[in-house]
């Protein structure tokens, strides 16, 4: 059973936002913009790169070619040329401009669009770079709104413009400052002026973290892409990788299982190796800092080698941080870092809300306190733990998930006779797993209120830890399905317009919920428990129930 939210009656100071659909513009006199010209010649850089490697194959291997291996090749060689022609015209069909109140961008040749925001429901501006970017002086800057189409593609994205221009545009639309497009010396800071806060740096690349990012089920996946376009690229020129790789050695000798564990161990290096080199390219020059700018302070990050990428984030829209660790890799002391924030979407492809690569769960906590500002940070705060009547309520979906299951596998015996009469054991076996899962999962729950901030801890598979401030709860929700309501828990969930929405302390104890919601927000319950002390008096046993 669940109940509507509370809402405070009082003005809350962080309300929900809404979203950030395009606006119409009020008409304007300034001048429509183009992206820079360079775009155009790294579009046809782009395209002649495309045709490269079928103009060696056909020019120096024609005669030799098979040309069912080509197939490939000449697909990705007509992708590139479709993308850069794509982008050339994209170029030709995009005007922007940026006024006193809105960023308007019209793009499209057979369907026009015209996008527009206004500038103060601008949330983050982002500058990023691929390597042919960096090389033409170029970087591709996307304007946040809070707003993430379910493609996870942004708000609005400039692709591309000068350096400059994208410093510039980062000072103007994140801070509100004038806009001035003749001068691209306009961004740069006047001599001898000195900055009101130094710059703070919490964390900077640790070669050591990409040992958190090496060992992981994608290694074999990236190994199977690098494998399987190595072969097909060979194979175009004439080279057999597979018989390459069936004369190294006796394979029948070996026999079938070593073959096996060669070929898997093998794969795994090759997955390792290229997820320790992604890792690299991706979080070169990493830096972590607290930046001032003129509305205040920006948490920023920097990073990449081939790509380089600049995120920053306004300190007044910061909320809170959540720390996950994943139970596979707990035993490494790894952990994932975000922080809640108003405007970042988690569904986003770019994870803006990211402020560290996987790493140390030390280094997470440390940086969280730093960034927060609280000493000591929310996350070391000793958590309650939970009743044991949640245990009994894991235990209890582990039994039932693992009879599920085993009744499946009966089910398909006794329909299929090809299938082993005593398949329905192995569903038997899954009990000793979701009993343990249950276990881990009991053990993650816990919650406290601390310096303002709501603390929860929850999650088997992933255990996250999350704090969030006590003023950015705009309502509290309380839920008891038929199960929790026998065992005497409740969950409460804060609603709130930063993260994911909405925060839950999962299988508290009943009489220690409300409690829990009016420490996080003082006063939000006082006429509900008012209403209940009265309803107490004159009602005893209605009066027990959880509001």
Same mark, same amino acid.
């Given at each position: 059973m669940s109940t509507e939210p509370?809402?405070?009656a009082t003005d809350v100071p962080d309300q929900p936002e809404q979203p950030a659909a395009d606006e119409p513009a009020p008409e304007s006199d300034l001048p429509w913009q183009r992206l820079d010209t360079r775009v155009v010649w790294v579009d046809t850089a782009k395209t002649v790169l495309s045709m490269v490697p079928a103009s060696v194959a056909i020019a120096f291997f024609g005669a030799e070619i098979n040309w069912n291996t080509m197939g490939p090749i000449l697909f990705a060689t007509a992708f590139g040329v479709l993308g850069g022609l794509a982008d050339l015209l994209r170029w030709v069909k995009t005007r922007y401009r940026i006024t006193e109140t809105h960023v308007e961008r019209r793009t499209g040749l057979l369907v026009r669009?015209?996008?527009?925001i206004r500038r103060d429901r601008i949330r983050s501006v982002d500058t990023s770079a691929r390597f042919r970017h960096k090389l033409a002086g170029l970087r591709v800057v996307t304007v946040g709104a809070g707003q993430h189409s379910a493609a996870g593609e942004a708000a609005l994205t400039l692709d591309a413009v000068r350096a400059e221009t994208a410093q510039r545009l980062r000072q103007e639309l994140l801070y509100g400052g004038p806009v001035e497009r003749d001068d691209p010396a306009a961004a740069e800071p006047a001599a001898g002026a000195t900055p009101a806060h130094e710059e703070q740096v919490f964390a900077r690349l640790d070669r050591s973290w990409v040992l958190y990012n090496m060992f992981s089920f994608w290694a074999f996946l990236m190994a199977a892409g690098l494998l399987w376009g190595t072969y097909w690229a060979l194979n175009m020129f004439g080279i057999d990788l597979r018989g390459f790789v069936e004369g190294l050695a006796d394979w029948d000798a070996i026999g079938t299982g070593w073959t096996i564990a060669i070929a898997v161990a093998t794969v795994g290096v090759i997955g390792v190796v290229g997820l320790a080199i992604n890792f690299f390219t991706e979080n070169w020059r990493f830096v972590l800092a607290r930046v001032p700018g003129d509305r205040g302070t920006v948490l920023r990050t920097t990073q990449g080698l081939f790509k380089t990428r600049?995120?920053?984030r306004d300190d007044n829209r910061l909320r809170g941080a959540q720390i996950d660790e994943p139970l596979l890799w707990r035993w490494m002391g790894m952990a994932d870092t975000s922080v809640i924030s108003t405007g970042l979407s988690?569904?986003?492809?770019?994870p803006s809300a990211q402020i560290l690569p996987r790493g140390p769960v030390s280094v997470a906590r440390r940086v969280v306190g730093e960034v927060l500002e609280t000493d000591p940070s929310p996350l070391d705060r000793p958590l309650r733990r939970h009743p044991r009547r949640a245990l009994r309520r894991r235990i209890g979906w582990a039994l039932i998930s693992t009879a599920a299951v085993t009744g499946l596998l009966v089910w398909l015996t006794t329909l299929i006779d090809a299938m082993?009469?005593?398949l329905w054991l192995a569903g038997l076996g899954l009990l000793p797993v979701t009993l343990a899962l249950a276990v881990v999962a009991y053990r993650?729950? +816990?919650?406290?209120?601390?310096? +303002?901030y709501l603390v929860t801890r929850s999650g088997a598979w992933t255990r996250s830890t999350v704090a969030l401030q006590g003023r950015a709860v705009v309502g509290v929700m309380f839920r008891q399905s038929l199960l929790q309501r026998r065992l005497g828990l409740a969950t409460v969930t804060v609603t709130t317009a930063a993260g994911h929405g909405g925060y839950q302390a999962i299988d508290v104890a009943s009489a220690a919920a409300v409690d829990l919601a009016d420490s996080t927000v003082p006063g939000l319950l006082t006429e509900f428990r008012a209403t209940a002390a009265d309803d107490d008096a004159s009602e005893p046993v209605e009066a027990q129930a959880l509001p």
């Open positions: 509370i809402r405070p669009q015209h996008r527009s600049e995120v920053n988690i569904w986003s492809m770019t082993h009469d005593r993650s729950l +816990g919650h406290t209120v601390a310096d +303002g």
